[in-house]
C-alpha cells in the first residue's frame, strides 16, 4: 500500500468520524499494568465540536485512558477510536490529526523558540507557523531563549502554542493548567474556548481544578477506580441534579424517612431532626406532589440547584454513591 492510498484511506475514515459526529469512540476498554487492572470496561462517547472534561481523583486512571487513545499503552480488551482510527492499528493516523500537551511536556529544551518550530515546520504536515506566532505573541514568550530557562507555566504554554500549530482536529489536553498562574491560567482557557472550540475542533482534556471544568467544559465524565460514574453534558447535571430541603413541624417516623430515602434517583439523603436533605436526579416534581400529599406534609418545601462542583466533588470521592 503507498503513501497516497493510505492518504485517501485516512481522509475517508476521518471523514466518517466527522460524519458520525463521533471524535472518540471508547468501548469496553480494559487496560492493565501487569496483572494489575486499571481501566475496567470504560465506555465513553466525545462528541465532534465538545469540550469535554474528563475528571477523577489522583490514581483514577486518567492519564492510562489518555495513552491509550493516543495509542501509546494497548488496550487488554474492548476498543477505542480516535477521530474514526483505531488506537492499536491505526496510530500514525492519530498522531497526525491530534495534538497532545501533557502537564510533563517533554520539549527540547536546548532549543529555542524558533529552533522548536523550524523543528516542527519539518516533522509535521500541517503545520500552521502563523497560529503559532500569534499565540507566542499572546503569551508573550521570548523568541530567542533557550526552552530550559523558562519557568513550568512558559513551558505548559509553549506546548500548548506548538500543538496548535499543528492544526490538529482533535486537542487531548492531561491537566494542561498546572503550574499557571491566574492570569496566566485565563489567557490559556480562553484561548482554548475562543480559537480552538470556536473553530469547530474537539478538545478533551482532564483537570483536578472543578472551576476551570465548569468554566469551559460543555461534556464531563468522571472516573473512578477505572470506571465512568458520570458522564452526561454540564447543562443537563446544572438541570436535572436538585437538592430537596423539607423542614417538618417535628422529626417524621423512621418508616417515612426509609420512604423518602429509597424514593427512585435520591442520591443523597441527610436528615437531622425536623430537617431533611434530599439530592435527587429525574422527577422532582413527582417526588415534590407524592411528599405533600403525605399525612406528614412538610412545614416548609424547597427545591434548589445543586452546585455543579459539589456534585462533582461527590462523584469523584466516592463515584456519586
Ligand atoms: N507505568 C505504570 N506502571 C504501573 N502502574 C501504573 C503505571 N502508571 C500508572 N500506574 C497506576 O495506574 C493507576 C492509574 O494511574 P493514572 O496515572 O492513569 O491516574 P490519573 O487518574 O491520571 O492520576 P493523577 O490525577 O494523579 O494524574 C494508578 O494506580 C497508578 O499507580
Known amino acids: ?3 497516497n492510498t493510505l492518504r485517501m484511506q485516512s481522509r475517508n475514515t476521518s471523514a466518517q468520524a466527522l460524519i458520525s459526529n463521533i471524535a472518540i469512540e471508547i468501548e469496553n476498554l ?15 462517547e466525545v462528541p ?7 475528571l477523577g481523583a489522583n490514581g483514577a486512571g ?6 491509550t487513545l493516543l495509542g501509546f499503552r494497548p488496550p ?5 477510536r ?8 491505526q496510530q500514525r493516523e492519530i498522531c497526525r490529526r491530534v495534538s497532545y500537551v501533557s502537564e510533563t511536556n517533554s520539549l527540547y529544551e536546548y532549543l529555542t523558540i524558533s529552533q522548536l518550530c523550524h523543528l516542527c515546520r519539518d516533522m509535521q504536515q500541517h503545520w500552521n507557523q502563523e497560529i503559532v506566532n500569534r499565540y507566542i505573541h499572546t503569551f508573550e514568550l521570548p523568541l530567542n531563549k533557550r526552552v530550559k530557562y523558562f519557568s513550568k507555566g512558559m513551558k505548559s504554554q509553549l506546548a500548548l502554542c506548538l500543538a496548535l500549530g499543528n492544526d490538529p482536529d482533535l486537542l487531548i489536553l492531561d491537566e494542561p493548567t498546572t503550574g499557571l498562574d491566574p492570569v ?27 472551576s476551570e471544568v465548569e468554566a469551559i467544559a460543555d461534556h464531563v465524565a468522571v472516573l ?42 435520591v442520591h443523597l439523603f441527610e436528615q437531622e431532626g425536623r430537617t431533611v436533605r434530599l439530592r435527587i436526579e429525574g422527577d422532582v416534581d413527582a417526588l415534590t406532589k407524592s411528599i405533600q400529599a403525605r399525612p406528614y406534609e412538610p412545614r416548609n418545601l424547597e427545591v434548589v440547584s445543586v452546585q455543579l462542583e459539589d456534585l462533582l466533588i461527590e462523584y469523584i470521592k466516592g463515584g456519586g454513591k
Not at 62 to 67: D, F, P, Q, R, S
Open 48 to 54: 465532534v465540536g465538545s469540550i469535554y472534561g474528563f
Open 62 to 67: 486518567k492519564t492510562t485512558t489518555i495513552k
Open 224 to 265: 473512578h477506580h477505572g470506571s465512568i460514574v458520570l458522564n452526561d453534558e454540564v447543562d443537563n447535571l446544572r438541570e436535572m441534579q436538585k437538592v430537596l430541603h423539607l423542614t417538618y413541624v417535628e422529626q417524621p417516623p423512621a418508616e417515612e424517612l426509609e420512604r423518602l430515602r429509597r424514593w427512585p434517583g
Open 76 to 80: 487488554n480488551s474492548g476498543r477505542a
Open 30 to 44: 480494559t487496560v492493565n499494568y501487569g496483572k494489575n487492572p486499571v481501566i475496567k470496561g470504560l465506555s465513553l
Open 1 to 3: 500500500m503507498n503513501d
Open 184 to 210: 496566566a491560567r485565563q489567557v490559556f482557557l480562553t484561548t482554548l474556548v475562543s480559537d480552538v472550540a470556536a473553530a469547530g475542533k474537539t478538545i478533551f482534556f482532564s483537570s483536578h481544578i472543578l
Open 82 to 89: 480516535v477521530l474514526g482510527y483505531d488506537v492499536v492499528s
